[in-house]
């Protein structure tokens, strides 16, 4: 790195400092909800907790100012999600929609799509679905057989998602579907916002190993289109062109998202030794602690390399975001491991121990944490990635 390119990152680095203390001004002046239980239980509360975050300018700061954004980088939006994590608030609900749904529409749809639907986006009215994976392709996108045909001024939609979340809360989906079979399978995808009321679209339950008590409030669904018309207009951007469209957003679930994630582990790995009195400990728990705490260390170290590697390129994505996700989820899992192991007769009950922790948040978070090596793409395709992209290896 030349001189000149060293001053400049300090330069980024120093306002970054300085935004990130008005973002930890504007937190310490807001009252945040506090609820029990699962989130799905209180949906309005959480929406109402986003648009506050929106009124504080804390939420989509990333998103053009003429949509009700700040007109900032992903790389300031990271700060903001990384002190909300930090200081043990609820995260936006509108995750899906703000992290991906939204920036494609922003950045490939029409201005007037964009300037209808951002806005709800943005301030939390407004819940949307991510219409991606199916049963039979996964993190394979390039595989999706759900198909779009035009019939005069609509499309019909055929076919079915799996691992849909927000799909009970949602008013929109961002449905990506098939709508040329005489290219090569990934130049033939397109992208849709589709009205979760639209008929032709039925919603069924996905039972989680996380056990949550009410089937008809679970965090994903199963998505089947039969017929479905959408009109034309509701396609983003241009025919064929979905799968681009998405590679760009979907970077953005790895990156700069180890910045959150790393708050996120943080807090749960301190409210966790709280909640135990170290000297009822093993030597071996003892030596889990210690080697989570290491972790942790140098998981931040590598989300402050992020960090320099966002100021360096920003906007782009790279195959070190593959290695940040890779190890993100590993630790995630690891914590997670540990927690269930300190709770020993209590795993799996829905009970608070003596010490006060509560085995059944626990063993919910220890389950889901299974699922930080497959979404956001599994692990094994960021080690293709890496492979490929970074080392230079042959594909085979």
């Known amino acids: 790195m030349s001189v000149q ?8 680095r120093a306002e970054l400092e300085r935004f990130r203390a008005g973002v930890v001004a504007a937190l310490s002046s807001l009252q945040a ?3 029990d239980g699962y989130w799905v239980d209180h949906v309005p509360t959480l929406q109402r907790w986003q648009q506050t975050l929106f009124e504080a300018g804390l939420v989509g700061v990333a998103y053009p100012e003429q949509f009700g954004g700040r007109g900032l980088t992903p790389l300031h939006q990271a700060v903001v999600d990384e002190e909300i994590a930090r200081h043990n608030l ?6 899906p929609g703000l992290d991906v749904a939204g920036l494609v529409v922003v950045r490939h749809a029409s201005p007037d799509m964009a300037e209808r639907l951002i806005p709800a986006l ?4 407004e819940l949307w679905s991510l219409g991606f994976s199916e049963p039979g392709s996964g993190s394979d996108l390039a595989s999706v057989s759900t198909t779009a045909h035009r019939d005069g001024d609509d499309f019909v939609v055929n076919g079915g998602k799996i691992w849909t979340g927000f799909a009970a809360y949602s008013s929109r989906l961002l449905l990506l579907a098939r709508t040329n079979v005489d290219v090569p399978a990934h130049r033939g995808l397109s992208l849709f916002v589709v009205d979760m009321k639209t008929d032709g679209l039925t919603k069924s339950t996905v039972h989680e190993m996380t056990g949550e008590p009410d089937a008809e409030r679970t965090q994903f669904y199963r998505l089947t289109f039969s017929d479905m018309r959408v009109p034309a207009s509701a396609v983003v951007g241009e025919l064929d062109r979905g799968w681009e469209y998405l590679l760009g957003a979907l970077s953005g679930e790895r990156g700069l998202y180890i910045l959150r994630r790393h708050a996120e582990l943080r807090a749960q790995f301190t409210t966790l030794l709280q909640a135990f009195d170290i000297n009822d400990l093993s030597p071996g728990q003892l030596e889990d602690v210690a080697r989570i705490d290491v972790l942790l260390q140098v998981l931040h170290a590598q989300s402050e390399s992020t960090v320099a590697r966002a100021l360096e390129h920003p906007g782009e994505s790279l195959p070190e975001d593959s290695a940040d ?11 997670h491991h540990l927690a269930i192991d300190l709770l020993g007769a209590y795993r799996g009950t829905q009970e608070m121990t003596p010490s ?3 085995a059944h948040k626990l063993s919910i978070n220890y389950l889901y944490s299974r699922a930080a090596s497959i979404y956001s793409g599994t692990d094994q395709v960021q080690k293709n990635i890496i492979a490929t992209r970074k080392l230079g290896f042959p594909r085979v």
């Open 5 to 12: 390119s060293m001053k400049s990152e300090q330069a980024d």
């Open 33 to 35: 909800p506090a609820f």
């Open 90 to 95: 609820p995260t936006p609900i509108g995750g």
């Open 122 to 125: 943005l301030s939390g009215r």
């Open 325 to 335: 996700k890779l190890f993100f989820a590993f630790v995630d899992q690891e914590l």
């Open 356 to 358: 006060g922790a509560d």
